[in-house]
């Protein structure tokens, strides 16, 4: 499939921003572990997040694979800064798929504006690629819900300033694919605590919390979708966001090809420069195939969300390969770089630490197999 001109400007327009705005302060906001909220900020003033949310909640009506296009340019130049921004609408989809009208007109629009930054509670400590297996619970207690539990790795979690969670609603409903709801809260309620987690191996610009529920309330209005219904409204949201996934691995891979061959044409060896070798052309010509391969996977999977027929097998090849895409070109890239590579005077090794990440989080690779695989014998 080909890019329409409208898509090929927001590409062109995302890469040009993080050129502006991520490359000169890349390095310090990973040593730092933080990152400036007025880029986030300026680029909500260029329209760069909540693309994919519609005009009538101030989005821009634009569909994901536009959002991913933006993830792929925003991550090419530096995964962490762009995880940064656009992590911000995290759990959005949700809420535009399956919240009320009241829902969507409260929360979204300040998403995009710029007046609000979002979180997504899912894992837990013993719940992370098993989402039935989430423990939170929220009771109903005159007219709301209170909610107590803890969760793990939520993007956002010290900055957002609501969250929707996954929560028990139901612990007796005979199956554990029905006992969850998903339930927004405001994280300034009492009994809400975040502890930032620090050490990460890569996108340390991103906020990433441990979060403790203490007695949390909740306006009964505040659930999102049907009582009961969490766990696939969840199956729903990975299907649009694992596309976004597939396009940061695609990002950092080719950043990864953009850096190697940057080094090789300059870096001289056995009397000429690493680019006139064959051995080292063959090697690019495989990055680049690798990469090539993985973007048009998850072009044609976000044009099935965006279709409004998502091919949930395509959805999973795109993640699983756009991870193992990533993996792979960047250990290549590194290798290029030779020892240059292993220091942090060069880009290269904070990309090596940034890409593992996409083979991890909303679905690892071994959860995106065993999707492609039930998929494939079905009806067999």
């Known amino acids: 499939m080909e890019l329409t001109r409208e898509q090929m400007d927001i590409k062109q327009a995302a890469r040009e921003f993080a050129e502006g705005e991520f490359k000169e302060r890349a390095k310090e906001f990973d040593e730092k572990e933080e990152f400036d909220l007025s880029i986030w900020k300026k680029a909500c003033e260029f329209g760069f997040v909540g693309t994919f949310i519609k005009e009538e909640y101030g989005g821009h009506g634009l569909g994901y694979l536009e959002h991913s296009l933006i993830a792929e340019e925003f991550w090419r130049v530096d995964p962490g800064c762009g995880q940064a921004v656009l992590s911000t609408t995290f759990g959005s989809e949700m809420i535009q798929a399956f919240g009320s009208e009241e829902l969507k007109k409260k929360y979204l629009p300040p998403l995009v504006s710029g007046d609000a930054i979002m979180g997504f509670g899912i894992t837990e400590p013993d719940a992370g690629s098993d989402a039935a297996s989430v423990k939170t619970r929220a009771e109903r207690v005159n007219g709301k819900f209170v909610i107590n539990g803890s969760k793990t790795f939520i993007t956002n979690g010290c900055l957002a300033d609501y969250m929707l969670l996954m929560c028990i609603t139901d612990p ?163 290798q290029l770089h030779g020892g240059y590579g292993y220091i942090s005077e060069y880009d290269i090794q904070r990309f090596y630490r940034d890409a593992k990440i996409v083979e991890i989080y909303e679905g690892s690779k071994e959860v995106e197999k065993a999707i492609i695989g039930a998929e494939l014998l079905k009806g067999a």
């Open 172 to 334: 007796n409903a005979p199956s554990s694919h029905k006992r969850h709801s998903a339930i927004i809260i405001d994280t300034k309620q009492p009994g809400f605590e975040a502890t930032k987690i620090h050490g990460k191996m890569g996108i340390r610009a991103s906020n990433t919390a441990e979060i403790g529920l203490n007695n949390v309330e909740a306006p009964a209005e505040n659930l999102v979708g049907t009582p009961g219904n969490g766990f696939y409204q969840l199956m729903d949201f990975f299907n649009k966001t694992r596309n976004h996934v597939a396009a940061q691995g695609v990002g950092v891979a080719q950043g990864a090809l953009d850096l190697a061959i940057a080094h090789v044409k300059k870096r001289k060896a056995f009397g000429g420069t690493l680019s006139r070798f064959q051995g080292i052309q063959f090697i690019l010509a495989e990055m680049a195939t690798r990469i090539e391969t993985a973007r048009s996977i998850y072009w044609r999977a976000a044009y099935s969300v965006d279709k409004g027929k998502p091919d949930t097998k395509l959805i999973s090849m795109a993640k699983w390969n756009a991870g193992d895409t990533a993996v792979r070109v960047v250990n290549q890239a590194l």
